[in-house]
């Protein structure tokens, strides 16, 4: 599986950004999929989840009501809708992908993950 994050820029507080995640490969929809974060002189850390059973959903305290996170199994494709962003929101954003048929034990620890795209950044100016 390879994967590819899009979609960053530069955006005022307040604002919104639509990331997207595209996957390769036939396992897509039969996998987890995450959302992670680093922001300078920071370690990653998680910003979303989407199971591949049941599409449910999981979120950062720091995100949550302002960030959602999709799957397109038909586009292969895993969209994060960003909204009422913070300067601290500033990071280069990854997605992540779990093993195929694999429920994650712990979807927060990116050590679940086997797959990782290469980040795209995303600015956030006060």
């Known amino acids: 599986v390879q994967l590819q994050a899009s979609g960053g820029g530069l955006v005022q507080a307040g604002g919104s950004l639509r990331l997207s995640c595209a996957a390769s490969g036939r396992t897509f929809s039969r996998s987890a999929m995450g959302w992670f974060r680093q922001a300078p002189g920071k370690e990653r850390e998680f910003v979303a989840h989407i199971h591949w059973t049941d599409d449910s959903t999981m979120y950062a305290d720091a995100v949550k009501g302002r960030f959602t996170i999709s799957r397109d199994n038909a586009r292969s494709t895993m969209p994060l809708q960003m909204n009422s962003l913070k300067p601290e929101d500033t990071a280069v954003y990854y997605c992540?992908?779990?093993?195929?048929?694999?429920?994650?034990?712990?979807?927060?620890?990116?050590?679940?993950?086997?797959?990782w795209g290469q980040g795209t950044l995303v600015t956030v100016s006060s």
């Open positions: 992540a992908a779990g093993p195929a048929y694999t429920s994650l034990v712990v979807p927060t620890d990116q050590d679940e993950y086997r797959y």
